[in-house]
């Protein structure tokens, strides 16, 4: 996929690997373009592939450029914004809990 499919729209998702203990989605933003705050059940890490992005959560903001990689323990809300045309790797940890 290449950041020429943003032209028509501010970003967009593929899922590269789905299993029953992990998912692997690239996303690609437009200069601006953000996820909204949300959160999620799971740990997950995030990795900009090219391009730069402010990650906000409740309590800071953390600036990843471009080989950047920040984990996100479950439950913390969050949104991400491109701060230029950026390819972000997000992979999410979905293994059941061990009762």
């Known amino acids: 996929m290449s950041l020429d499919t943003l032209i028509y729209c501010n970003r967009n998702a593929i899922t590269l690997m789905k299993n029953t203990c992990m998912r692997v989605v690239l996303i690609v933003l437009k200069s601006h373009a953000n996820i909204s705050f949300h959160h999620s059940g799971n740990p997950s890490s995030v ?16 600036a990843l450029q471009q080989g950047g ?4 323990h479950e439950n913390v809300e969050h949104t991400l914004t491109a701060n230029e045309e950026s390819a972000i790797l997000l992979t999410i940890a979905v293994c059941p809990r061990l009762q």
């Open 47 to 62: 990795q900009v592939l090219q391009g730069s992005a402010n990650f906000h959560s409740r309590n800071s903001i953390t």
């Open 69 to 72: 990689l920040l984990t996100i």
